[in-house]
C-alpha cells in the first residue's frame, strides 16, 4: 500500500469514528444532530431570555432610583473600589476570548487546544471571583455592608443629609443583590467549565458533537455582559454629576 492509500485509509477511518461517536451522542427524539445542536442554542437562548428579564429589573430599578436620589447614590457609587471593578473587567473580557478559542478547537477537533483554552477560561472566572472576594472584604473593613456593618454618621460627615442615608442604604443594597447574583453565575460558568474541561480530556467532543461547549460559551458570554453593563451603572455613577 503506497502513503497515499493510507492517508486517505486513516482520514476514512477518522471520519468514521466521528459519525459514530456523534450517533453515540444523538438524543432519540432528534434526527440527526444538527437538529439537536439547534434545540439545544435555542434552550439556551430562550433561559438566557428569562435571565435578561431577571436582571434588566434590577437595572432598571437602579436607574429609576438614582434619578429620584441622585445624590445619595453618586456619593456611595464614590465609596466602591472601581479599580478591582475595572481589573475584573479586563479579566472576563478576556475570558470571552478564551472561551471563542475553545469552541473553535472544539469544532475542529482538536482536543489539547480545547483543554487548555477551557482551562484558561475556568481560571479566569476563579480569577474574577478571587478580585471580588477581596473587594467584598473592603467593603467589609469599610462598612459598606447595610443591615450588617453600615455607619449612617460617616455619610452625613461627607456631606449628605440625614434623611439622605437610607437612600444611600437603597444603593448598597442593589449593589450587593446585583454583584452577587452576578458572582453566583460565574460560579456556575466555572463549574461548568471544569466539567467540560474533563470531558474533552476523555475524548467526548469531536468536530460532529461539540454542543455543550457551544451553548456553555453563550452562557458564558452572558455572565460577561451583565458585568460590562454593572460597571457604569454601580462604579462610574460617583464620576458623574447627574442634572447638574
Known sequence: MNPEDSLLTDELREE??????????????????????????????????TEVMFFGTLFLGVYVYRHAYPDAFEKASERLNWLIGGINTVVLLVSSLTVVLAVHYASLGRRKPLVV???????????????????????????????????????????????????VRLFFSFYWIMTSLHALHVTIGVGAMAVLMVLAWRGHFSPAYYIPVDVTALYWHFVDIVWIFLLPTLYLMGTHHWGK
Not at 444523538?26 to 437562548?45: P, R
Not at 481560571?123 to 455607619?151: A, Q, R, T, V
Not at 455619610?155 to 439622605?164: K, N
Open 16 to 49: 468514521f469514528e466521528q459519525t459514530m461517536l456523534a450517533s453515540e451522542r444523538l438524543e432519540a427524539q432528534f434526527h440527526d444532530i444538527e437538529q439537536q445542536h439547534q434545540a439545544a442554542s435555542l434552550g439556551m437562548w430562550a433561559f438566557l431570555a
Open 117 to 167: 483554552f477551557l482551562t484558561l477560561t475556568m481560571l479566569l472566572g476563579l480569577c474574577f471571583l478571587s478580585l471580588k472576594g477581596l473587594e467584598y472584604y473592603i467593603d467589609y473593613l469599610e462598612n459598606l455592608i447595610p443591615g450588617w456593618k453600615f455607619e449612617p454618621q460617616e455619610w452625613v460627615q461627607a456631606g449628605l443629609r440625614p434623611d439622605q442615608v437610607p437612600n
